[in-house]
């Protein structure tokens, strides 16, 4: 059990060095990462040794979630969920990272790609306030390589509460 805490210990190290929002959308700082790919080799090798360990199943699905696998944190949680089915924290965490990567799909851009409108719209909403329109999503939408798919990413955009640019900043990106 020695060995999962110091994977645990280092998965945490990674995490407070990530600097992520609560989504989990933007990719981990630089210096989180080698922590947190430290952290998934180890718990991988942990799970094809002792598969029976909802915990290390739990920690690997974090792992990967900051790394921002969220197709790989799923199948992880999701291990972890049958060895413990009567645990209703987990479950829970379960249906959102669900939610979660759902959106982070339906979004269909990387995290460069948000921290580039992020910037891009930081930048536009300094000279001049929102006016309740996405026209400086979509002026970004247009000069980035996303732009042959702009009518779904705005779809998307909108599908997560982003109905105008200050609510793209908020509800979309961070
Ligand atoms: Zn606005």
Known sequence: MSCLLKLQNELIKGQKLAMQGSY????????AIPHLLVARKGLKEYVKQYPNSSLAWQLLSLAEEYLLNYNAALTALQSAVFLNEKDKKLLKRLALLTEYAGKWQELDMTPE???SLETYLQERL??????HTLIYTKEWIDISTLHRKKSHIVKA??????????????????
């Not at 989990?24 to 210096?31: E, F, G, I, V």
């Not at 300094?126 to 006016?131: A, I, K, Q």
């Not at 909108?158 to 961070?174: H, K, S, T, W």
Request: net charge positive; proline share 3%.
């Open 24 to 31: 989990q959308r933007r990719a981990p700082s630089k210096k």
């Open 113 to 115: 790609h948000l921290r």
């Open 126 to 131: 300094e000279l001049r306030l929102c006016d």
């Open 157 to 174: 955009i909108q599908n997560q509460g982003g109905f105008c640019d200050c609510e793209v900043l908020m509800n979309v990106i961070d």
